[in-house]
């Protein structure tokens, strides 16, 4: 389904994706954040992560394409999703590699395993959220987001949760979204901010 077009730029609701699309998914999602959990288990469970999702019709992925290509995107989850039961034993190993030059792994994995999320009822959740660098500071985030609210609506949900440890975007949620901030802990250096606000 086409959403607008404006210089170049288009932006789309995907309820199904290629191999190739997964791929650019991984390339922005890797490169604009790097220190997210999942990518230390390999790129073949963030495939399977997204194509699971998709299976259980558990998302919606929102794009932003230049050229054909996409250069922005928002994963937006309706329910819950057991990710364990896409973890295997090489992924395991690979994260526990990168765990021996990161440390810090081990112990952000354990508290968000321990720790989990409550999110509000009538609530649908922006999972990953990301812009290549290359176009970031021209209003695709923002118009990522309006898109994702108008989904959710469809959908019939009321609120939208999510939680980022970026904390310029969270005070975007916060301060332009009139977003609740329902929790915010550390795990080291990283300051995670959990937020949700109703839907006009």
């Not at 034993?89 to 440390?103: A, E, V």
């Not at 977003?179 to 550390?186: D, E, F, P």
Request: a positive charge; aromatic letters at 14%.
């Amino acid at each position: 389904m086409k959403i607008n077009k404006k210089n170049s730029l288009s932006f789309k609701v995907l309820s199904s994706v290629s191999e190739d699309k997964i791929k650019q998914l991984y390339d922005i999602h890797l490169k604009s954040l790097p220190n997210d959990i999942i990518h230390f288990f390999g790129y073949d469970i963030e495939k399977k992560y997204i194509l699971g999702l998709i299976e259980e019709n558990k998302c919606r992925i929102i794009v932003a394409l230049s050229n054909k290509s996409i250069v922005g995107f928002i994963i937006l989850r309706f329910g819950f999703f057991n990710i364990k039961k896409i973890i295997d034993l090489s992924s395991i190993l690979r994260f526990l590699i990168n765990s021996i030059l990161n440390p810090m792994l081990i112990l952000r994995l354990t508290y968000q395993l321990l720790k989990p999320n409550i999110i509000p009822k009538q609530s649908c959740e922006i999972d990953y959220f990301a812009v290549s660098n290359r176009f970031k500071s021209q209003g695709i985030g923002k118009k990522l987001l309006k898109i994702a609210e108008k989904t959710a609506k469809e959908k019939k949900f009321k609120k939208i949760f999510t939680k980022t440890y970026n904390k310029k975007l969270a005070y975007f949620y916060i301060n332009k979204k009139k977003a609740v901030l329902l929790n915010k802990y550390k795990i080291l250096h990283y300051l995670y901010f959990c937020v949700y606000w109703k839907i006009n």
